[in-house]
C-alpha cells in the first residue's frame, strides 16, 4: 500500500495498524518512495518502572552493580 505523508501524518495510528497486521506501508512524497512501515514479527515490550531507588548519591561502581541484571536503568541526580 502506498500512502502520501500527509495522510501518514494525519491517520498514523490507523497505518500502525496495518503494519502491525502484516501489511507494508510504503510512504510516498511528490510521488517517490521514501520510507517503509512493517510491522515486527514479535513486539518489543517496554515498560517504566521507580525500581531501584537510591538514597542520595551513589557511585559509579553502585551504578553498574545495579546494571547487572539485564535491564536498564537511568540514573537522574546522581
Do not use: C, W
Amino acid at each position: 500500500m502506498r500512502i502520501p505523508t500527509s495522510k501518514v501524518q494525519n491517520n498514523f495510528g490507523k497505518y500502525l495498524k496495518f503494519a502491525k497486521d502484516g501489511l507494508d506501508i510504503i510512504v510516498t512524497k511528490n510521488g517517490h518512495d521514501i520510507a517503509k512501515l512493517t510491522g515486527i514479527d514479535r513486539p518489543y515490550i517496554i515498560a517504566e518502572t521507580m525500581g531501584a531507588k537510591a538514597e542520595g548519591q551513589v557511585t559509579y561502581e553502585e551504578f553498574r552493580k545495579m546494571d547487572q541484571d539485564d535491564k536498564r536503568y537511568e540514573l537522574i541526580d546522581g
